[in-house]
């Protein structure tokens, strides 16, 4: 039987394993996927044991997706231009490889939900400068976007940021409380902050000046349909909601783990909702 699953702390609240757990009843595949919760205190010999104990490689959560860093023998290009760790695997070789999907994740839903759409050749904004900004920003840039505007209610995080990635491509941090008056000059918004999130505030913003064929993706997907997301809607704008990026980041490490490319499906979308 095949081990995996996902290390973090506190970790009852992972969707992971639903996702999982689907693919490997749907594929009928023997494997398990369960979610362990490590303490910081023996962390490296609990991390250890899991491979002691056959696992063929886990996913990470908060908050060891930059401590795992220490324990990899090697790392995906993707999680070391990131600095961080979401995905495990043992490779053939015994090595121990770390690897970051959420950029991928990001990317792949928006493609999946947008025929033919190219980052190539247009400006973008992402407002937030948090963990999940940092795969967002790697991943739009990587793509092509031709100019990032990134605004962070805290400024100097996002131009801290904009220092780190800036081998990528173009970016230039904008004030947060002026980021209305550059909307006139992207083609995509992105959200990353946790503003619209279920018990959080909303995000306040005014989409007039977003032109129409902008497209607005918000990756907080509780609740699935933000108030960005029918604010920009109703601005006639289209819309990618943030549940793919949850379940396609998953993908890449069920293949390498189970040797299968999982797929995305309605009813998987749902139970990871439900
Ligand atoms: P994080 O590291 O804690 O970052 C939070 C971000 O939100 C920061 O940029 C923070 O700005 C901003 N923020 C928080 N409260 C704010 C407020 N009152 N006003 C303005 N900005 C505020 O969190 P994260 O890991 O990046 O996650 C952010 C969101 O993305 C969460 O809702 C999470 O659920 C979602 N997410 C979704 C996926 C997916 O697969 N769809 C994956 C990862 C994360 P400051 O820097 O000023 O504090």
């Known amino acids: 039987m095949i081990k995996s699953g996902v290390i973090g702390n506190p970790i009852k609240h992972s969707k992971s394993p639903v996702i999982h757990n689907y693919w490997l009843s749907k594929y009928n595949i023997n494997g398990s996927y369960k979610a362990i919760e490590i303490n910081n205190n023996d962390f490296e010999e609990q991390i250890y044991n899991l491979f002691k104990k056959g696992y063929a490689g886990f996913n990470v959560t908060i908050p060891y997706k930059i401590k795992i860093m220490d324990i990899c023998d090697c790392l995906s290009d993707d999680a070391r231009a990131i600095g961080a760790v979401n995905t495990v695997v043992k490779m053939k070789n015994g090595k121990i490889e770390g690897r970051n999907t959420d950029s991928s994740g990001f990317i792949e839903n928006i493609k999946n939900n947008i025929d033919n759409y190219y980052f190539d050749n247009n400006n973008a904004m992402i407002l937030g400068a948090g963990g999940a900004a940092r795969a967002c920003i790697y991943a739009l840039l990587k793509e092509g976007t031709k100019k990032l505007y990134i605004s962070n209610r805290t400024k100097e995080k996002a131009e801290n940021l904009a220092k780190e990635m800036k081998e990528y491509g173009n970016i230039e941090v904008i004030d947060w409380n002026n980021k209305e008056n550059y909307l006139k000059d992207i083609k995509l918004l992105v959200n990353s902050t946790s503003l619209g999130m279920t018990g959080k505030e909303e995000l306040k913003i005014n989409l007039s000046s977003l032109p129409k064929d902008a ?16 604010k920009a809607k109703k601005n006639g704008n289209k819309i990618v909601t943030g549940i793919g990026m949850l379940i396609h980041q998953a993908i890449p490490g069920f293949e390498a783990w189970f040797g299968v490319k999982p797929k995305i499906t309605q009813e998987l979308e749902k139970l990871v909702l439900s």
């Open 215 to 230: 497209l607005v993706n918000d990756i907080v997907y509780t609740p699935l349909n933000t108030q960005l997301l029918c």
